[in-house]
Structures are given as structure tokens and as C-alpha cells.
């Protein structure tokens, strides 16, 4: 009940900043701005993994901390810092440090029931970032989560997609469910230099294998 109020409450926030508009996940220009045909432009279900094959054959882990994260079909083995709201948004982590993630501590650690948001930067001014390569990920790519604990959580990439900002699907990002979940999000599309940020972002829905 407690996890349930604190998503709902999370949820609540959120909304609230797209409604107002708020830019999520500012990063300098991208020099890749073609969207592979493997990502979905059309809104998610509310759950993204239902039709994917996941039965309940894994139980939630206790809470313990992200630390790691290692995605082997795109080169990514980088630290996860925790962040929380940040001047009315999701927190990111510092744009000058292209190897590192943030884990938002209002969502549940991964490996726990219910959806864990981890987001990176595509890059910037000075280059390429931990989340450049994130659309290239397919259905059934590893995505590994090392906790603090010692533990290590095994997700699966079960859908990819690009969606614009002011439209961002809070309700499929971090909406309640009866499993274990992931959540990557970077920026995407095309970079708009009028206000110097993306116009979409990047999405990855994983499930714990």
C-alpha cells in the first residue's frame, strides 16, 4: 500500500509538469537524429510489457540501491548516482559526465514490484554520452542492474519508442504494476536550436528475466 501511494503521489507530480510544458532531460545536439524503424512512435499500453510473454516466474527482490548498470549490445558499463526532483523535474546527472546514469528515487529499485526510471544523457557540446546508442536497442536485449547489496537484476528490453515531450507517457513510465520493471529514458529526435533542447525523448520498457 505504502509503494503504491508513493507511485500515485509521483505520478500526481509529474503530470502536473507536462501539463505546464516543462522540457525533460535537456542535452546538446545529437548528431544522429534518424529514429531506427525498430522503435514504436505509437502510445504505449499501460502496461508495455503485457504482450511480451512475461509470466510471473520471478519474485521481487528486496530494496537495495542501483550502483551499475551494464547493457552489452551497446558498450554501456557505467555508475548509477541517485537523484531525485531537481528545479521541477526528474533529476539527470551532471551533462559533463558522459559515463554516468541517475536512478530516481522516486521510483522503486530495480528488481522491486513496479517500474525503476533510470535516465542518462545522449551527449553533448563535447560529444557522445552513456545513452547515445540507447535506440539501437532491440526486443529481448540484456540490460544488467548491480545493487548496492551485492545483487545483480537481469531485465530484458521488450519495446523501444520515441515519443515527443509534451506528450510524455507518464502513466506507462511509472504507473503501478505486479512486477519487476525498467524504465530507461534519454533525449531524441531532432535537436531544435531555437531553444536549445530535443523535441522527443528516447524510451526503453524492460522486464526483470
Same mark, same amino acid.
Given at each position: 500500500?505504502?509503494?503504491?501511494i508513493?507511485?500515485?503521489?509521483?505520478?500526481?507530480?509529474?503530470?502536473?509538469?507536462?501539463?505546464?510544458?516543462?522540457?525533460?532531460?535537456?542535452?546538446?545536439?545529437? $548528431? *544522429?537524429?534518424?529514429?531506427? &524503424?525498430?522503435? !514504436?512512435?505509437?502510445? #504505449?499500453? @499501460?502496461?508495455?510489457?503485457?504482450?511480451?510473454?512475461?509470466?510471473?516466474?520471478?519474485?521481487?527482490?528486496?530494496?537495495?540501491?542501483?550502483?551499475?548498470?551494464?547493457?552489452?549490445?551497446?558498450?554501456v558499463?557505467?555508475?548509477?548516482?541517485?537523484?531525485g526532483?531537481?528545479?521541477?523535474?526528474?533529476?539527470?546527472?551532471?551533462?559533463?559526465?558522459?559515463?554516468?546514469?541517475?536512478?530516481?528515487?522516486?521510483?522503486?529499485?530495480?528488481?522491486?514490484d513496479? $517500474? *525503476?526510471?533510470?535516465?542518462? &544523457?545522449?551527449? !553533448?557540446?563535447?560529444? #557522445?554520452? @552513456?545513452?547515445?546508442?540507447?535506440?539501437?536497442?532491440?526486443?529481448?536485449?540484456?540490460?544488467?542492474?548491480?545493487?548496492?547489496?551485492?545483487?545483480?537484476?537481469?531485465?530484458?528490453?521488450?519495446?523501444?519508442?520515441?515519443?515527443?515531450?509534451?506528450?510524455?507517457?507518464?502513466?506507462?513510465?511509472?504507473?503501478?504494476?505486479?512486477?519487476?520493471?525498467?524504465?530507461?529514458?534519454?533525449?531524441?529526435?531532432?535537436?531544435?536550436?531555437?531553444?536549445?533542447?530535443?523535441?522527443?525523448?528516447?524510451?526503453?520498457?524492460?522486464?526483470?528475466?
Amino acid at each position: 500500500m505504502r509503494r503504491t501511494i508513493r507511485i500515485g503521489a509521483v505520478l500526481l507530480l509529474l503530470a502536473g509538469l507536462a501539463l505546464i510544458g516543462h522540457v525533460f532531460f535537456f542535452h546538446g545536439p545529437d $548528431p *544522429s537524429t534518424t529514429v531506427p &524503424h525498430t522503435i !514504436s512512435t505509437s502510445t #504505449p499500453p @499501460v502496461t508495455p510489457e503485457a504482450g511480451s510473454g512475461h509470466p510471473r516466474a520471478v519474485q521481487d527482490m528486496p530494496a537495495s540501491v542501483p550502483v551499475r548498470i551494464v547493457i552489452p549490445a551497446i558498450g554501456v558499463n557505467a555508475p548509477i548516482m541517485t537523484v531525485g526532483m531537481a528545479d521541477g523535474a526528474v533529476g539527470v546527472p551532471p551533462l559533463s559526465s558522459h559515463n554516468l546514469v541517475a536512478w530516481f528515487n522516486g521510483s522503486v529499485t530495480p528488481g522491486q514490484d513496479g $517500474p *525503476s526510471l533510470i535516465d542518462g &544523457h545522449v551527449d !553533448s557540446y563535447t560529444g #557522445p554520452s @552513456v545513452f547515445f546508442n540507447l535506440k539501437n536497442l532491440r526486443q529481448g536485449d540484456i540490460v544488467r542492474i548491480l545493487r548496492s547489496d551485492g545483487t545483480t537484476v537481469t531485465f530484458r528490453v521488450a519495446w523501444v519508442q520515441v515519443t515527443s515531450k509534451s506528450a510524455f507517457p507518464w502513466g506507462a513510465v511509472l504507473g503501478p504494476m505486479a512486477y519487476p520493471a525498467l524504465r530507461l529514458v534519454t533525449c531524441g529526435g531532432p535537436f531544435d536550436y531555437a531553444t536549445g533542447h530535443y523535441t522527443d525523448n528516447i524510451i526503453v520498457y524492460a522486464r526483470m528475466a
